[in-house]
């Protein structure tokens, strides 16, 4: 009897925890995010005396509403960068910007670094992302999702017989660091995924997998 009801309470304790993990993991991480963001947009609040912003007449932690207030003003002022890009001036003085942060030591490398990323993801010209495929890799015979992103450099291509191309494969779960493998074309699997569902997968540790559905053989 003991041993059925612990068995009944283990699994219903299984049951509970996978219908309230998902929830609590969102809110943390909902909560972690605007912590980690709100350290950076609290200081375009300081213009604000410190006895208003924050508890205890400026010695405690900002309250929650400023916090919010700041946010509103980052996503505002970003905006306002993004409108000025579509300008000639506005152009102009980001690219003024991109050459001082690239000549600070050190910075350059991070930001350098994250820049080729964020283009990798959103940019919609030849070096970004174009495909989810599947190579073998790290060995024949195992395969690793990876992001076509074009053909090989020429001094490759010119130095190999076969027709060769650049895949990214992601790490999992940060799919910001990986490797570039170059593969025979005729070697890759192309999927039909999404770049978007692929980035998914990969965070995910493969338990978010897109919907499929066979393509109809044609009679």
Not at 127 to 137: A, D, G, P, T
Not at 160 to 165: E, F, I, N
Not at 173 to 197: H, I, R, W, Y
């Amino acid at each position: 009897m003991n041993k059925g009801l612990l068995a009944r309470w283990r699994g219903n304790f299984l049951t509970g925890l996978a219908v309230v993990l998902p929830s609590f993991v969102s809110i943390a991480v909902t909560v972690w995010f605007f912590d980690t963001v709100s350290r950076f947009t609290d200081i375009l609040l300081f213009f604000l005396p410190r006895a208003l912003t924050h508890a205890q007449a400026g010695e405690g932690a900002i309250h929650w509403y400023w916090s919010l207030l700041a946010l509103a003003l980052a996503v505002v002022l970003i905006g306002i960068v993004g409108r000025l890009a579509r300008y000639y001036v506005g152009r102009k003085l980001i690219q003024l910007v991109d050459r001082v942060l690239l000549h600070i030591p050190l910075l350059n490398k991070i930001y350098g670094a994250l820049k080729q990323v964020n283009e990798a993801f959103v940019s919609s010209n030849k070096s970004s992302f174009k495909q989810v495929v599947l190579v073998q890799f790290p060995r024949a015979g195992q395969y690793s999702v990876g992001f076509l992103t074009g053909a090989a450099n020429p001094e490759v291509q010119s130095k190999t017989t076969a027709a060769m191309v650049s895949v990214f494969v992601p790490t999992t779960p940060n799919p910001t660091s990986g490797f570039l493998v170059l593969v025979p074309e005729a070697e890759v699997v192309k999927l039909e995924m999404s770049v978007a569902d692929g980035i998914k997968f990969i965070i995910s540790l493969g338990a978010v997998a897109p919907e499929y559905l066979p393509r109809k053989a044609e009679a």
